[in-house]
């Protein structure tokens, strides 16, 4: 197709290759300004200039009446979806948000990985329960775009959990010079294999820790939400000696997307991703009213985690959360009884980490608790 549309997409791709995607995203939104349209409800979340939406899926309670059922949600045009995304990062670039609170006794560290692929700054809390003696697990999260690591840590609540159970945990920042709305890359080849762009950097991070701070190297785990989760599925399936486990919260299967044009269609239609051939313990969390990733991903990436575990036994079960959330868990166990790979899948929840903190953009503290099941699910794997 040789349309003005279609020669400026080209463009656009181009630019996102040369690292330009400032100058993308605002060909783009040339490309798909429209005339004047209805206004469009907020969205859930911005997750990407390079971002595109679909057609939400619902598990339907068996029990309840059609007038009983809640409404599909309703997802926007990509006109209206990549202007709300500008507008909503640039209001947010100007907030800071608060770190959250510390224990006497623990540490939020503020530090930088460099190496030849380049550099990150990244916060490192280390409980106040920690011995330097006692190798402890390790945790890497991966924010979600437009957020920080302090953000995040609050967003999510995983210090406090890291504090209960002798963890540390490793918040990554994404800056702007690397994405206009701090996104992990996830989209981009260069992004997405092992010993190179910043799948590199990231393992960077957990290796300089594992050297630096009493951490265990059976026991290091990485996780992340939207951008940040698809990031994560990518370090597992790049770095499975360093990562005994990995979380995928409202993400996208390895591989899903390639360049702008793919990162669209996976975002608003689902994306297979690629075969994986190396077994890696997964959990994955997605809510159904998800109009920025379509839930389909979600149920990628178990596919792809199942990909090279034959022999799982799978278990469903269904319950509510505690403010009310219904969730269909479908959890696949191992010989030893351990479960290898779960999926959660969370009515009445868009774009947001379930469960999490009202302090965090992006949360919904209504549902299960992400941060606690991946906490469980994380401390029954280690590398052999």
Known sequence: MNTPFARGLAKATELTKSGNLKAATALIQSLLRPAPETAARPMADADDADVIEGTATRIDDPAATPAAKA????????????????????????????PPDVPRGAQFLSLCHRSAHGTRDYRLYIPASHRADVPMPLVVMLHGCTQS???FATGTGLNA????????????????????????????????AEGRGEPA????????????????PARVYVAGLSA???????MGAAYPRIFAAVGVHSGLPVGGATDIPSAFAAMRCGSTGKVQKTAVPTIVFHGLDDTTVHPKNG???????????????PVRTSGVSGMGRK????????????????????????????????GGSYTDPRGPAASREMMRFFLQHRQS
């Open 201 to 216: 950097l990231i393992a960077g991070i957990a290796t300089d820790i594992l050297r630096n701070h009493a951490a265990d």
């Open 228 to 234: 940040g989760g698809a990031s994560a599925a990518i």
């Open 161 to 192: 959990l890291a504090e209960d159970h002798g963890c540390l945990v490793a918040w990554p920042q994404q800056p702007h010079s690397a994405n206009a709305n701090k996104c992990w890359n996830w989209f981009r080849a260069e992004d997405q």
């Open 149 to 151: 690591p302090e953000d």
């Open 71 to 98: 409404p599909r949600a309703t997802r926007m045009g990509l006109g209206a979806t990549l202007r709300g995304l500008a507008e909503r990062a640039a209001a947010r670039s100007a907030e800071t948000a608060p």
């Open 299 to 313: 149920a990628a990436v178990v596919t792809q985690a199942l990909q090279a575990a034959p022999g799982l036994r």
């Open 327 to 358: 969730y269909r868990q479908t959890s696949h166990f191992d010989a030893s009884g351990r479960s290898f790979v779960e999926h959660w899948e969370i009515e009445g929840v868009g774009h947001a980490w379930s469960g999490g903190m009202p």
